[in-house]
């Protein structure tokens, strides 16, 4: 199916590591990326080709793939790091298509 | 630096048009693909269309097509979304985004409301 499938919501305490996954058949086609986003924000690119962390981006923030699930881990959670993550997949070639997932509530506690 | 900042919402009735602007700087805009995003208030993102640098290609997603269109002109640096037959579920916050190749979108703006009530 072409779609992209994340958990509704994650939590973690702080100083401890969230792992935010994301499913999809397409992921084992195309590359993952990774958007952070705040309450009345615009959303940002965290994670870039599965694993490539755009400038400016922590390195507590990594990524993963296997097969047709990805995962962002970040490591050493700070509160402010609660956001709502979305993960992306897709191409512009042909007729394929770009896509997100639900995107999934970090919520520290 | 890099930015994209959006105009155009408001407020239209069921059947109605808008046409929604995007400024670009900061980067050379006709060396870029360019998209636009949306989010339902309190939902997800849902990507809408993209169209090529030169503007000789667009692509829209099935829940627009034939009802938007999307357009830039490359001598102003500006993206623009025409949308007709406006319908209440395309109430949404329209971004406009940098489109990096294969996909990925690495400079948002602020976004812009629409809204479609009678």
């Known amino acids: 199916s072409y779609e992209l499938t994340q958990p509704p919501s994650v939590s973690v305490s702080p100083g401890q590591t969230a792992r935010i996954t994301c499913s999809g058949d397409?992921?084992?086609?195309?590359?993952s990326y990774w958007y952070q986003q705040k309450p009345g924000q615009a959303p940002l690119l965290v994670m870039s080709?599965?694993?490539e962390r755009p400038s400016g981006i922590p390195g507590r923030f990594s990524g993963f793939t296997s097969g047709t699930t990805v995962t962002l881990t970040i490591s050493g959670v700070r509160a402010d790091d609660e956001a709502d993550y979305y993960c992306?997949?897709?191409?512009?070639?042909?007729?394929?298509?770009?896509?997100f997932g639900g995107g999934t509530k970090l919520t520290v506690l | 630096q890099v930015e994209v900042v959006e105009s155009g919402g408001g407020l239209v009735k069921p059947g109605g048009s808008l046409r929604l602007s995007c400024a670009a700087s900061?980067?050379?805009?006709?060396?870029?693909?360019m998209s636009w995003i949306r989010q339902a208030p309190g939902k997800g993102l849902e990507w809408i269309s993209y169209?090529?640098?030169?503007?000789?290609?667009?692509y829209y997603a099935d829940s627009v097509k034939g009802r938007f269109t999307i357009s830039r002109d490359n001598a102003k640096n500006s993206l623009y979304l025409q949308m007709n037959s406006l319908r209440a579920e395309d109430t949404a916050i329209y971004y406009c985004?940098?489109?990096?190749?294969?996909?990925?979108?690495?400079?948002w703006g602020q976004g812009t409301l629409v809204t479609v009530s009678s």
């Open positions: 169209i090529s640098s030169s503007g000789s290609s667009t």
């Open positions: 992306q997949s897709g191409d512009t070639s042909g007729t394929s298509k770009v896509l």
């Open positions: 900061g980067f050379t805009f006709t060396d870029n693909y």
């Open positions: 080709k599965d694993s």
């Open positions: 985004a940098r489109h990096q190749l294969p996909a990925y979108f690495d400079c």
């Open positions: 397409v992921l084992s086609k195309h590359y």
